[in-house]
């Protein structure tokens, strides 16, 4: 089962647009999983526009949400759907942190990193608690503040 806004997706949802996986996906997730007691795999599906649905592969950890930048070049809309996703990390998940993760090797590399910033993304550096020591892998960090009313 799937969650599919409707319109842009941003801020309308009443549900959540999250999908719990039981199998794994293939990016550094028994790293991951090894040094925690809870571990979960989500999959966000967010229609952006009509026939237009962008899906995100995470894997929820110690409170920090790490989200696989798919492979191909990202769809229209994606800017919009990870506007979504921070968002449910921040006010359901209550996530410390959101760990971007891609290979290191991609051609658009730069690029992404540049969009990636833009949205208040940081470059993580080899050897930070957050990340494993993965060499072929890149990793972006989001950090949300507390909330301190």
Not at 65 to 79: A, D, F, H, M
């Amino acid at each position: 089962m799937s969650f599919v806004t409707g319109g842009s997706g941003v801020g309308t949802s009443k549900e959540p647009p999250v999908n719990v996986k039981l199998n794994n996906t293939d990016f550094c997730t028994a790293s991951l999983a090894s040094t925690a007691q809870f571990a979960s795999n989500l999959c966000f599906v967010v229609q952006v526009v009509e026939n237009v649905m962008v899906k995100w592969e995470t894997i929820y950890v110690n409170n920090v949400l790490y989200v696989e930048v798919p492979s191909s070049i990202l769809p229209e809309g994606s800017k919009e759907s990870l506007i979504t996703l921070l968002e449910y990390a921040e006010e359901v998940l209550d996530c410390s942190h959101v760990i971007l993760v891609f290979k290191k090797n991609r051609n658009d590399r730069a690029s992404l990193i540049r969009t990636f910033m833009f949205l208040g993304f940081e470059v993580v550096c080899p050897g930070s608690p957050f990340v494993p020591l993965v060499e072929d892998l890149m990793f972006l960090a989001y950090t949300i503040e507390d909330d301190e009313d």
